[in-house]
């Protein structure tokens, strides 16, 4: 097999990629580091990752996950079939899930653990209360076998379902770069906080399968049912249906200019009108006086905590970016354009929700909610930055791969900074507005023993 040399690099660039191997594909820059990583320090990350593991599950992760993508892009370059190691997959589900039902049980976690007991408590299933979605409550009313089950029970078949269902949406939607999906997404840390917005993240089961999806009347039923889940999901009504008449076009680069322009609009000559509008009509209407978070300005509920958010957030809006100067080289799948449009759409949502809170300070809670989306499954949502051919070994820019790069160890960061952070606070660290709290405040002295000690207690209750 022959492989493409990189053009028009520099010396510096030639110097660090002679030592990696160059598989060819659209993903070949990533598997050439990371078969690289797998050559030289395997052994070391995977040791590494079980002892971590066994002393605190969560961080055990990262050199897991490392070495998990390292494996499978070594065995790639091996001509070998891309299978993402089944022992992995199970460390991953186990980890997050128990972490996840560790959660402090307030605000929306606590209203979803009340709803659930309402649903619980009838002999036959019906929506809760009336305005909300049910379908993320059926599961658990079934597995329930009519017994009575306490909120931690609750919590633990939910973080299970989503924790389940989205790794193995890894492996199905990305399998030469699972590991690293999973690790982009886990290490997002608004994935982990999924039982607190529960609805709305359950309602990506339907969504990200909706959108992947070529097949009509799959994308229609798979957006009801999201729809039925949680309403803000409508938004991805336009890059589902949208996709299927764009796909048809013979040439995209007009709409990728007409893309371009729309963006810059809208962030620097729409958006301030928008805003104010937004934001006097908000505060004009007395029902909406209860929920000053609303319109809350960033000195309150944690603005700071959010800020370091969006920071570790910001870089995959360069990604999108890149990928948009990439969209005219060639007429693309249907399920691309609407990972693409969804990727449009969500960052769109999260800068104009970082303008708003931190430029502006006219909080937007819609354009929170939007932006939701993109932080809960990053990974997710750059499904057309991987598959865009800007990771192609040979290709003339290194510039994407360094600023994924970037993103990768920025996002790993902060990771790891809330919880080192939530760890010196501790216990006063519950009950604090957006501040969500894992193992009572102390993530990282949980260790493996203890995961197994709640899952057990969540099982048994």
Not at 76 to 102: D, E, H, M, R
Not at 203 to 228: E, Y
Not at 253 to 270: D, G, N, P, Q, S
Not at 359 to 367: D, E, P, V
């Amino acid at each position: 097999m022959n492989y493409p040399s990189l053009v028009k690099s520099t010396p510096k660039q030639r110097l660090f990629f002679s030592r990696l191997i160059r598989p060819s594909g659209e993903l070949g820059i990533i598997h050439s580091i990371f078969s690289s990583i797998y050559s030289s320090t395997g052994l070391a990350l995977l040791v590494l990752g079980i002892l971590l593991w066994i002393v605190c599950p969560i961080l055990g992760l990262i050199p897991l996950l490392i070495y998990g993508q390292a494996s499978l892009s070594n065995k790639i370059f091996q001509g070998k079939s891309p299978k993402t190691n089944l022992l992995l997959v199970v460390v991953v589900i186990f980890t997050t899930t128990a972490y996840c039902t560790s959660i402090s049980h307030y605000l929306d976690t606590e209203v979803n653990m009340s709803l659930f007991d309402v649903v619980s408590s009838r002999p036959n299933f019906e929506a809760p209360t009336e305005g909300i979605e049910p379908i993320s409550f059926i599961l658990p009313y079934y597995l329930s076998l009519g017994e009575v089950r306490s909120g931690l029970w609750f919590l633990f078949i939910q973080s299970l379902t989503i924790n389940t269902v989205f790794t193995l949406y890894s492996i199905l939607i990305f399998p030469e770069i699972a590991p690293l999906i999973i690790f982009i997404n886990v290490t997002g840390n608004s994935y982990l906080f999924h039982l607190m917005p529960m609805r709305q993240f359950y309602s990506l089961i339907f969504i990200v399968p909706a959108l992947h999806t070529s097949k009509l009347w799959l994308k229609i039923g798979l957006s009801l049912l999201a729809f039925q889940t949680h309403s803000s999901s409508v938004i991805f009504t336009i890059p589902i249906f949208l996709s299927l008449p764009l796909n048809r076009i013979s040439s995209l680069t007009k709409i990728r200019k007409l893309f371009k322009t729309f963006v810059i609009f809208i962030l620097f000559l729409a958006f301030p009108f928008i805003n104010y509008l937004f934001y006097y009509v908000v505060s004009s209407i007395d029902t909406f006086e209860s929920y000053s978070y609303a319109i809350g300005s960033t000195h309150k509920y944690g603005g700071l905590q959010r800020l370091y958010s969006y920071l570790s957030i910001s870089p995959s809006l360069i990604l999108f970016w890149y990928t948009l100067e990439s969209f005219h080289q060639k007429i693309r799948s249907s399920n691309y354009i609407a990972w693409f449009l969804s990727f449009l759409i969500l960052s769109f949502f999260t800068v104009y929700t970082i303008l708003s809170e931190f430029i502006i300070s006219g909080f937007l809670a819609i354009g929170i909610r939007m932006s939701m989306y993109l932080r809960f499954l990053p990974g997710f949502f750059m499904y057309s930055f991987f598959m865009s051919g800007l990771l192609r070994s040979g290709v003339k820019r290194l510039m994407p791969a360094y600023v994924l790069l970037f993103y990768i160890l920025l996002q790993t960061a902060n990771f790891i900074y809330i919880m080192v952070r939530t760890q010196q606070i501790g216990e006063s660290a519950v009950g604090k507005a957006y501040n969500v709290v894992f193992w009572n405040g102390y993530p990282l002295s949980a260790n493996l023993y203890d995961y197994f000690i709640l899952i057990k207690e969540a099982l048994f209750s």
